[in-house]
Nanobody, 127 residues
Framework: QVQLLETGGGLAQAGGSLRLSCAASERTFSTWTMGWFRQAPGKEREFVAATRSSGGSTRYGDSVKGRFTISRDNAKNTMYLQMNSLRSEDTALYYC????????????????????WGQGTQVTVSS
């Protein structure tokens, strides 16, 4: 069982920045994929970004491209989400997701592709 610890949520002003972190408890996987999803009240869960431990692969949802940057520390099984130029519509509960294998790009945005989920960390952007 992999546990995911998310940190870094909070309150930010529009135009400001926040950085989220997600650490996976299990470090024995040679290849893994980690991602972020978010869910705003009354809306479906939305893919934000993901990264794979091998090959330097990353991908972003259209609504965050150019503003958010995902990175990872393979040795620590940890990923980060640097969120810049925040907007009020970025307000949501952000979830970390983990798959103990290298997911192909085509399935990263599908919730069913992921094996483990964090509890979520709240990001609130005030305008």
């Amino acid at each position: 069982q992999v546990q995911l610890l998310e940190t870094g949520g909070g309150l930010a002003q529009a135009g400001g920045s926040l950085r989220l972190s997600c650490a996976a408890s299990e470090r024995t996987f040679s290849t893994w994929t980690m991602g972020w999803f978010r869910q705003a009240p009354g809306k479906e869960r939305e893919f934000v970004a993901a990264t794979r431990s091998s090959g330097g692969s990353t991908r972003y949802g259209d609504s965050v491209k150019g503003r958010f940057t995902i990175s990872r520390d393979n040795a620590k099984n940890t990923m980060y989400l640097q969120m810049n130029s925040l907007r009020s519509e970025d307000t949501a509960l952000y979830y970390c997701a983990f798959a103990p294998r290298g997911l192909i790009f085509g399935v990263w945005a599908l919730e069913k592709s992921w094996d483990y989920w964090g509890q979520g960390t709240q990001v609130t952007v005030s305008s």
